[in-house]
């Protein structure tokens, strides 16, 4: 595990757009499947030796899936992408029928988020992503908070067969952190509670404890659940997740972990309600306590009790 001291100077989606002609080019079992959104962020030029493996099925993201699901039951291996709750929500009996029940595997690459683009509204933001997939057997999930992590994951998760799910976010960490071993990374040791802080939500979660005597865990891989790191760093057995999707998606997975010891859990995240008014990135951070002064609060509150 190490930490890079690269600049972000393009997103996570930015990356890949970039990164996906060579991945093509690379693998010949790789195919790209799209539902319209995204291509018209490729390069022409860089696409066209590969052309032949980057399918449009148009907006049916149900065929979206149906199709990667006869993809992969040939072979190959496909790379699936769109705004996240059209990958994950619209598709979701396919996702559970042509992927799982098949026992095929592809990897969705989605976009947006849960509110990176909140001039889409409701139909665009998918904060409820992970819980769903959270029903379902056999998924790999991880959300990057960096594009240099999101690219490393990417990589690794292309050789396989298995199911996986890259949740690429606007938001990013000043720096890379790089792991590919499904392992928590402990950014910060303290006597006190812990803090699991997931994908781009790392810096903030450092700079709202700053000063506080917790234990700061960074989660790039959230399925499986890194119980063995959780266990091993745990001191006052308080947890507070801090998850850029669904808020408590991950608390079963914490008491998982700590089944046969009294602990407390909070879960901070997107809520469930619909928040109508557009705003933007920084105003549905701030609404849903996710902005520096809105976690210092939430956590100073739990950690005093």
């Known amino acids: 595990m190490t930490t890079t001291l690269s600049r972000t100077v393009e997103d996570q989606r930015q990356r890949f757009y970039r990164l996906l002609p060579d991945l093509l080019a690379d693998d010949p079992r790789a195919v790209a499947v799209f539902a319209v959104v995204g291509l018209g962020h490729l390069d022409p030029a860089a696409v066209a030796p590969v052309r032949d493996r980057v399918i449009d099925v148009g907006i049916r993201e149900q065929l979206l899936i149906g199709a990667a699901g006869g993809l992969a039951l040939t072979g190959l291996r ?31 690459v989605s976009s947006g988020g849960s509110h990176d683009w909140p001039a889409g509204g409701e ?25 240099d992590e999101a690219e490393a994951l990417l990589r690794a998760a292309l050789p396989g067969n298995d199911r996986v799910y890259l949740r690429l976010s606007a938001q990013s960490n000043a720096v ?41 865990l960074y989660a790039t891989t959230v399925r499986p659940f890194d119980a063995a790191t959780l266990r091993a760093t745990l001191g006052e057995p308080d947890v ?56 210092r609060h939430a956590v100073t509150s739990f950690v005093r009790g």
């Open 176 to 216: 890379a952190r790089l792991a590919t071993d499904g392992r928590m990374q402990v950014l910060r040791r303290g006597f006190g509670p812990t803090v699991i802080a997931v994908g781009p939500l790392a810096d903030r979660v450092l700079e709202a404890t700053a000063d506080l005597d917790v234990t700061v």
């Open 240 to 295: 507070v997740l801090v998850e850029p999707y669904l808020r408590d998606t991950s608390a079963a997975e914490v008491s998982r972990a700590l089944r046969g010891t009294r602990h407390r859990v909070l879960g901070l995240g997107p809520g469930p309600a619909e928040l109508r008014r557009y705003g933007t990135v920084d105003e549905h951070d701030a609404a849903h306590g996710l902005d520096v002064a809105g976690l």
């Open 78 to 108: 496909p790379i699936v992408h769109t705004f996240a709750p059209f990958l994950v929500e619209r598709p979701f009996e396919q996702v559970k029928l042509d992927l799982g029940h098949q026992g095929v595997g592809a990897v969705l």
């Open 123 to 147: 139909t665009h933001m998918g904060r409820r992503d992970v819980a769903l997939l959270d029903t379902l057997d056999g998924w790999t999930v991880h959300v990057p908070g960096h594009p």
